[in-house]
């Protein structure tokens, strides 16, 4: 390792330096190892004193030492600022990560991305509307980014590990760790098949004030940024509006005015966002890749889901079975037969409160 590249580590790396205060001390020094070099003086009023004394006394050097033995596992590598794969659409926003800990496929990195995030606590149908179009979306030949949290995240990456595009799993910890822990298998497939990047040092926890500083990379990252569903507070409408700050395009598909997984898409196409119905309208949005895979052939299912009698009568909000019955005037025993039918199908979803609700 050449000191310069231990330098930039070590810059990287220091707490309470930042990608803002690293790029400061870059402009002012000229390179990483005139920084490191540099008296407290000279960097205190560019970084705080508390970073400039942990960078004088270098308290990251073990932090250091442990990304770059990390970094000598098969698939695992480190990912700087000064790298010719470094993705410019990143490199050009306001604050890029100087250091990324990269695990997988890093040549994804050179396709056309595209975020897709969404609430953690989505409903079935959005789940199945996030990982069908980041299936197809992947097939045509973008590489679908998000944060592997639960619910939206989860199923866009599933979506997409099933096609050649596969996915990016940008996360809010140590790369060393799987946050939610319900994601362990997800995550271990994504780094087989596709790609996870974390700036954070290895061993870091999911703190809340890793997940904006996240959703920055993901929104840098894509062309455009599609959520499925979020609620008035959820962070992925973080990640739409910092897209739309970097110029990207932001899309959201709406939802039931009865779900409160649906409020906060239904906010961002207030205020302009392109509303989506189909994967051709992300493309329309978007573009398509310059080489692309023909798209899967269209499932006919909405058709022969509107044949039957139960799908025709629910619609597409959550109801009860007791109303179902008496809508069609069968009993609770005929009704349950063709529920539980339909939902080994894929066709619905059983829903708390003794509710049902259709999915395609």
Request: aromatic share 4%; glycine share 10%.
């Amino acid at each position: 390792m050449s000191q310069s590249t231990a330098d930039w580590l070590l810059l990287a790396l220091t707490p309470g330096i930042g990608p803002a205060g690293f790029l400061k001390l870059i402009a002012r020094f000229g390179s990483a190892s005139h920084a490191v070099a540099a008296s407290t003086a000279q960097t205190t009023p560019i970084i705080g004193q508390e970073a400039a004394l942990a960078l004088r006394e270098q308290l990251a050097g073990p932090a250091v030492e442990a990304a770059l033995t990390w970094a000598s596992q098969p698939d695992c590598t480190l990912l700087s600022l000064q790298d010719d794969d470094y993705p410019q659409a990143l490199a050009e926003t306001a604050s890029p990560p100087p250091l990324l800990f990269a695990r997988g496929q890093r040549a994804l990195l050179q396709r056309p991305m595209l975020a897709m995030v969404g609430s953690r606590s989505a409903t079935p149908p959005g789940k199945q509307i996030a990982e069908e179009f980041s299936r197809r979306l992947s097939a045509v030949g973008y590489t679908i980014v998000s944060g592997l949290a639960s619910g939206i995240d989860a199923a866009s990456h599933r979506g997409a590990l099933q096609e050649a595009g596969s996915t990016i799993a940008v996360i809010g910890t140590g790369i060393d760790r799987v946050y939610p822990a319900s994601n362990r298998e997800l995550a271990h497939h994504i780094g087989s098949a596709g790609l996870i990047l974390s700036e954070f040092p290895l061993g870091a926890g999911p703190l809340a004030s890793h997940f904006p500083r996240r959703n920055r990379i993901i929104a840098g990252l894509s062309r455009g940024c599609l959520v499925v569903e979020a609620n008035i507070n959820s962070g992925s409408l973080i990640t739409a509006r910092l897209s739309g700050e970097y110029g990207r395009e932001v899309m959201a598909v709406p939802g039931s005015i009865h779900n409160p997984q649906a409020r906060g898409c239904h906010r961002l196409l207030k205020e302009g966002a392109r509303l989506i119905e189909t994967v051709d309208d992300v493309l329309e949005e978007i573009g398509r890749p310059a080489v692309t895979t023909p798209p899967a052939p269209r499932n006919t299912a909405d058709e022969q889901a509107a044949e039957h009698p139960v799908l025709s009568q629910m619609g597409f909000d959550p109801v009860s079975s007791e109303t179902l019955a008496l809508q069609l005037g069968l009993t609770q025993g005929e009704l349950y037969a063709m529920l539980l039918e339909l939902e080994l199908a894929g066709k619905l979803a059983s829903l708390p409160g003794g509710q049902v609700q259709r999915l395609v």
